[in-house]
């Protein structure tokens, strides 16, 4: 249903961008967003975005000011841009959609992986 994309390896200070499409039987999309998870830490939210006009979003604090999340609605896709990365952004990353098939329910991507050397 969500297929993510644009992990690797990359220098701190250095940028990424992450891919999120939705397809499949996902009719309708209320949000969508990118978790984090790295070893011995909670998964995180990173950034969140509504679908509807006006695309309303959510930052962490901890990528605040670095990441930048937009959508493309016509496409079903999110974006995830990732500016003067640290080593501490390294971690799986997940896309996640608030959507509906038959019912409204939480959708998950597979993880990518993102690593920052430092």
């Known amino acids: 249903q969500l297929q993510a994309s644009g992990g690797g390896l990359v220098q701190a200070g250095g940028s990424l961008r992450l891919s999120c499409t939705a397809s499949?039987?996902?009719?309708?999309?209320?949000?969508m967003g990118w978790y984090r998870h790295s070893p011995g830490k909670q998964r995180e939210l990173c950034a969140e975005?509504?679908?509807?006009?006006?695309?309303?979003?959510y930052y962490a604090d901890s990528v605040k000011g670095r990441f930048t999340i937009s959508r493309d609605g016509a496409k079903n896709t999110v974006y995830l841009q990732m500016n003067s990365l640290k080593p501490e952004d390294t971690a799986v990353y997940y896309c996640?959609?608030?959507?509906?098939?038959?019912?409204?329910?939480?959708?998950w991507g597979q993880g990518t992986l993102v690593t920052v050397s430092s």
């Open positions: 996640h959609a608030l959507a509906f098939t038959t019912n409204w329910g939480s959708y």
């Open positions: 499949g039987s996902i009719k309708s999309i209320n949000s």
């Open positions: 975005i509504t679908m509807a006009a006006g695309g309303n979003t």
